[in-house]
């Protein structure tokens, strides 16, 4: 009787330890996920001035669009719950290194993946494809990337706009000058006193600041292609696994095609 007892108490001791440890297992292989799950909400880095995109609504001061959308799906699946995310406005210039320092989870903001950021960020399966445009005034006689040959093009910091534009350029053989600005806002101000002869990026964002002056005019050719995916800081393994995913679901299932329709967006 009493050596069962003895028998019982090991077997009991192997049983709970061999449960705390895989669930510490289970802990220590999701820890962004973990942390996401105790602070109950989703944060997100977002575009403000990107229709379709990420558009900080005016009318409603509410962020909307395809990458609000993704954000808040990937919210559901995460914390079961649409609502539980908090959108941050982003540059191209800060998203980075506020999903460095983890005031933001991920940046889903028209974020190109390339090569070199993909050295130092985690990006998920691409979920639109967008490109590089002029935007020049309608009176410049400027048509496209040829007319550039030592004219300024204004450009946004931490934007992969005047690598593209200089590949282009060589091809074409021109030598525009770049002049690089913290915002977008301000590219715009440069174009209208004629300090850059035209502003450069993707067409999804150069939209916004057409309908801003109506004096200016998006020129037809595009110089790249710009594959946006879901930015997670490097090594957050089980958060980038789990968004590519979720952007994986989407796309396989048709659901992303009908994302894009909502938001009037058709890909090349
Ligand atoms: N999509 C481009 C990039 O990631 C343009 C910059 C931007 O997103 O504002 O560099």
């Known amino acids: 009787m009493r050596r069962r007892t003895w028998v ?59 990458e609000i959308d993704l954000a808040k799906r990937i919210a559901k699946e995460l914390l079961g719950d649409e ?5 941050t406005g982003v540059t191209a ?37 967008d490109g590089i445009r002029l935007l020049v005034k309608k009176d410049s006689k400027i048509t496209g990337l040829k007319d550039m040959d030592g004219k300024t093009i204004g450009v946004a910091k931490g934007a992969d706009t005047q690598a593209r534009l200089e590949a ?23 174009l209208q006193v004629n300090r850059v002869q035209a502003f450069s990026t993707d067409a ?15 020129l037809p050719d595009r110089y790249s292609d710009e594959e946006y995916g879901v930015a997670t800081k490097k090594g957050n393994d089980d958060l980038k696994d789990f968004v590519a995913k979720v952007v994986t679901k989407l796309k396989d299932s048709g659901e992303l095609k009908t994302m894009w329709e909502k938001w009037g967006l058709v890909t090349k």
């Open 83 to 87: 609502k539980k995310v908090e959108f």
């Open 93 to 129: 210039k800060t998203r980075q290194g506020l999903m460095d320092n983890g005031e933001v989870d991920m940046v889903i903001a028209t974020f190109t993946i390339t090569e070199e950021r993909k050295k130092i960020i985690d990006f998920s399966p691409v979920y639109y494809v």
């Open 8 to 66: 019982l108490l090991l077997v009991a001791v192997l049983v709970s330890s061999l449960v705390l440890t895989l669930a510490g297992c289970g802990k220590s292989s999701t820890p962004n996920i973990a942390k996401i799950k105790k602070r109950g909400v989703l944060k997100v880095g977002v575009k403000a001035d990107v229709i379709g995109f990420g558009y900080k609504n005016p009318a409603t001061n509410q962020f909307e669009g395809l």
């Open 204 to 218: 999804a964002i150069l939209k916004y600041y057409e309908l801003q002056d109506k004096t200016t005019q998006i």
């Open 168 to 190: 282009k350029a060589a091809e074409l053989k021109v030598k525009p000058k770049f002049q690089a600005y913290e915002t977008y806002p301000e590219i715009l101000a440069a």
